[in-house]
């Protein structure tokens, strides 16, 4: 701690660090709790390869109308951030979550457990 001004009573204290961190207890997988673990990433990313439709939408579009976007794909990586979609033509996409809608694919997904804990 910085003392910027002059204080005839001001003592300067020091901060000790514990000797061990503290434990994290992890469940018996060593995976996150169920509700940690339905993110809408970690959905796309268990089910990488599998055909689907996926849709965005874009709040600024140059011409009106073109706000919207459906790429017919499978998912190839997904981030916390972005996903990377790729076409049966070989193009790829990059783009961030903040634009997706939904998606459509037509087989069973991979999901979660759904067990309780």
Excluded: C, W
């Amino acid at each position: 701690m910085v003392q910027y001004y002059y204080y005839p009573g001001f003592q300067q204290q020091q901060m000790q660090m514990p000797a061990t961190p503290p434990q994290i207890p992890a469940s018996d997988s060593g995976r996150l709790p169920f509700r940690e673990q339905s993110y809408i990433e970690n959905i796309l990313r268990l089910n990488r390869g599998k055909p689907g439709v996926f849709h965005f939408s874009f709040e600024h579009a140059i011409e009106a109308g073109k706000n919207t976007l459906a790429i017919p794909g499978m998912v190839e990586a997904a981030g916390r951030d972005h996903v990377i979609l790729s076409t049966a033509t070989g193009k790829r996409y990059l783009l961030p979550m903040i634009y997706f809608d939904y998606a459509e694919f037509n087989e069973e997904l991979n999901y979660f457990n759904q067990q309780p804990m």
